[in-house]
Structure formats: C-alpha cells, structure tokens
C-alpha cells in the first residue's frame, strides 16, 4: 500500500472486460469470464497511478444486469464514498447496458468523488484487446481531483463521456461510445487527462433521487414505434403490470393516432404515465410537436434515449411523482 496514492476501489461487474474465448482472432466468446483480481493484473503501471483494488459484485454480460444488482451497485458505491478512505471509484461493465448503469448511478450516487465505468468491445484473450488500457484510463481519471463533481462518466477508447449523454452507437467498433448531442466531457490518453466541458444536468448531490431504503423499482416498459404498429400494445403492458410505458417513437416522439389514444386512455383509467422518447439515433424529442401533449397526458423525453427514459421513469415514480411534475424531471435530469 502506498499511503501518497489516491484510493481507488474497482467494482466489478463482468462484460466482454472480463470476457474470454478459445481463440484471439474470433468474435465469438463468452462476457463474464475472469476475476478482477486477474483484471488488475492485466494492467502495467494502474499501482502507480492509485492504490487500487478490486471488489466482484457481479460477473454476467450486461444483457443481464438487473435492478437488483444496479440496488447493489449503488448502495456500495455510496458506502465506500462516504468513508475519507476511499477517492473514486471505477465500475467495470458490459457496454451493451452500460450507458444505463451509469446513469442510474448517476442519478442516486450521493457524492461528487468520481465514479468512472468502463468496459471493453473486445474480449480479455482478443487480438488487441483494449480493456487493460481502458482500465488504466478508467483509474486515473478516478484519481484525478478535476474529475470530482462531473458525475458519473463513462470512459473508454480514450474518451471521457457524461453518463446522461452517452450512448452505444455502435454494435462492434472499439469507437462505440459516443455522446452525440453533447459531444464528450473530456479525453484521457494513457492517463493524462482534460476536460472541455461541464455535465449540464442534475446528478449526485443535487439530485432528488436517493436508493436508501429501495429494494425494487416500479416496472416500466419500452414500447418500439414503427409504421402500422399494432393499436393494442400499450393495453398488453398495462394488463402485464407496467407502471409507466416509454415509446421509442418515431421521428419527434411520434406513434400512431391509435397509440396516442390508447396511451391517454392508460392514464386515465390506470394512472399509467407515458414518456415519447425517439428510436431515432440521436436529437430532441421536444414537447407539443404535433400535437399537443397535455391533450394526452403524454411526457417529452427531451434528450434522453428510450433505456434511459425508462431509468428516470422508474426512479420518478418509486419516489411517488406525478404527472404535472414529470416533464420538469424530464427537461433537468
Ligand atoms: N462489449 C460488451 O461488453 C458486450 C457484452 N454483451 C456485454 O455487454 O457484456
């Protein structure tokens, strides 16, 4: 133990980070696979940057992260913060959920110490695998002082994301995180690291959210627009058990004239809040385009993307929020 270093803690969670296969040169392996002992080990000089050390919380491919082990996550993540011992905190992750981990974290994380995920595209045995260097990324920026209240970020490919922003652009390029309405926070290369500009939503202290005392999320579920959809889905969610429904609308926010009445009619005989996000790749979906929400109860996602509409949805209506209330969430968080 060094006591001059900074003292990271690295959870870890599994994905194609911590993934192996028979060969080095296949696209096939299995997500999960090895301890982060053997991670840490993997990473020249990361003992010269923080007195790091690894903690298993899970070890699946982030297909299967649930809000249970997010519950998990987050209420260690805040235990280790509050104690003076500890100064950041990396998060190893599959990328297929990651930008979903991290802004959950983001929104219930309660301190401004920095809290950094990382993952990989390819697997620990690949070719050029390139977690060891994200991971030595990842523990820099977490002991770094400038990287304190930014929120939770999301690092890989030597480029410093802001949780809420990001998003998987990509299902197989190393260059897969991008943030495409923002642009990144910052960029690190092998270690040094910079900032351009501030997260500009509310996040860890500031945020209304907290997990203390949660032991369950209320469901939400994401509804895919397309062209003729069929008018009786929202009705199979409601009858499943949804609380609140996001729809990956087309274009603005858009669904069929039938959705849009059937989603007035799920709140008003269920209570069932309905937020129109875009399945659109990126940009705004913004209140009264074409019509006028209020009309249907419905909730503009602004600039978050149907998973993490979802998220903030979950989150708003644990801690009993209402509708009047929601587009507001919306718009800040
Ligand atoms: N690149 C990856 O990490 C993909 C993997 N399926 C995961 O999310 O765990």
């Known amino acids: 133990q060094d006591t001059d270093l900074p003292n990271v803690k690295i959870l870890a969670t599994g994905g194609t980070i911590a993934g192996a296969a028979s060969s080095a040169t296949s696209g096939s392996y299995s997500a999960g696979q090895i301890g982060i002992q ?60 990651q930008e979903e981990t991290a802004y959950f974290l983001s929104l219930v994380v309660k301190s401004d110490k920095p809290v950094v995920t990382t993952g990989s595209m390819r697997s620990s045995t690949s070719i050029s695998a390139e ?49 495409p309405i923002k642009g990144m926070l910052g960029g690190v290369f092998y270690g040094r690291l910079g900032f351009f500009r501030e997260p500009n939503t509310k996040f860890g202290n500031t945020s209304k959210f907290s997990i203390t005392g949660v032991k369950e999320l209320p469901r939400v579920d994401i509804i895919y627009a397309y062209a003729d959809m069929s008018p009786d889905l929202i009705d199979m969610h409601v009858k499943a058990g949804a609380k609140g429904i996001v729809i990956a609308g087309v274009g603005n926010g858009n669904m069929t004239d039938a959705i849009l009445k059937a989603a007035k009619k799920a709140y008003e005989d269920h209570g069932v809040i309905i937020v129109r996000s875009t399945r659109a790749a990126t940009g705004w979906v913004l209140r009264d385009n074409e019509f006028k929400d209020a009309d249907y109860h419905t909730i503009a996602s602004g600039d978050l993307n ?14 009993g929020e209402k509708l009047n209330d929601m587009q507001e969430l919306f718009y800040t968080y």
């Open 38 to 97: 053997t991670m840490i080990n993997a990473v020249p000089g990361i003992k010269k940057l923080a007195d790091v050390s690894g903690e298993q919380v899970a070890n699946v491919g982030s297909q299967d992260i649930t809000v249970e082990i997010w519950l998990k996550l987050a209420n260690r993540i805040n235990e280790l913060l509050a104690s003076d011992d500890v100064d950041g905190i990396v998060v190893t992750h599959g990328t297929d959920t």
């Open 131 to 179: 977690g060891p260097l994200n991971l030595y990324n990842a523990v820099a920026i977490a002991s770094n002082p400038e990287a304190k209240g930014k929120g939770v970020m999301v690092s890989l490919n030597d480029q410093i994301h802001a949780a809420r922003d990001v998003s998987k652009m990509n299902t197989t390029n190393v260059n897969s995180f991008q943030s």
């Open 306 to 319: 149907p998973a993490k509409a979802r998220i903030l949805l979950m989150l708003a209506l644990s801690k």
